[in-house]
């Protein structure tokens, strides 16, 4: 299967925004209370909104599209956001369907998003594999942690201090 890499437009919203609750469903449904994550990812109108507005900001939104044109996975970075830290260039999001997982394509929408530079990102305490994933591209946990807003969830931050390869 060929699997493109490519910049999100604005009429990639709505499929981006059902990739993005599907991803959120099939990543979290062992981290996150059932009743929360359905509630959570429920408002499809609303997430395809955000993602009309965030395909047009001036960061990219990068997506992993399938040769029939399905969505199966997305990575956005941008300016940190994160006061007290040195490093630039925040990771905000990389999924991909758990169906297209374990053939590369997370590698390729982190070089899209971030390339080798140095980055950092948060992700769930509870998420090991995430944490293996960015473990494997050079990031390092910090020390750092807060409660996610959106899911209350704890998350730690990770940090790429040094350009890595990927």
């Known amino acids: 299967m060929t699997i493109t890499i490519r910049r999100a437009e604005p009429s990639d919203a ?7 609750i599907a991803c959120w469903r099939e990543a979290y ?5 059932p009743a929360v994550l359905a509630e959570r990812t429920s408002d499809l109108v609303d997430r395809t ?3 009309r507005q965030m395909t047009a900001a001036p960061q990219p939104r990068w997506l992993a599209v399938t040769e029939s044109g399905e969505i199966v996975g997305f990575s956005a ?7 007290g830290i040195d490093i630039e260039l925040e990771l ?4 991909v369907r758990a169906a297209h ?6 590698d390729r929408l982190l070089r899209a998003a971030i390339g080798s530079a ?23 946990a910090d020390g750092e942690r807060k409660i996610d807003p959106f899911f209350e969830r704890p998350e730690i931050r ?8 990927n």
């Open 77 to 83: 970075a941008g300016p940190g956001r994160d006061d």
């Open 29 to 33: 449904a062992d981290i996150l209370d």
């Open 49 to 51: 909104e955000r993602w």
């Open 158 to 165: 990770m940090v790429r201090t040094r350009a890595g390869s």
């Open 92 to 95: 905000y999001a990389i999924y």
């Open 101 to 106: 997982q374990g053939i590369g394509i997370a």
């Open 118 to 140: 140095p980055a950092y990102l948060w992700v769930f305490e509870g998420n090991p594999r995430a944490q293996a994933f960015y473990a494997r591209h050079g990031f390092e």
């Open 14 to 20: 709505a499929a981006g925004a059902a990739c993005h």
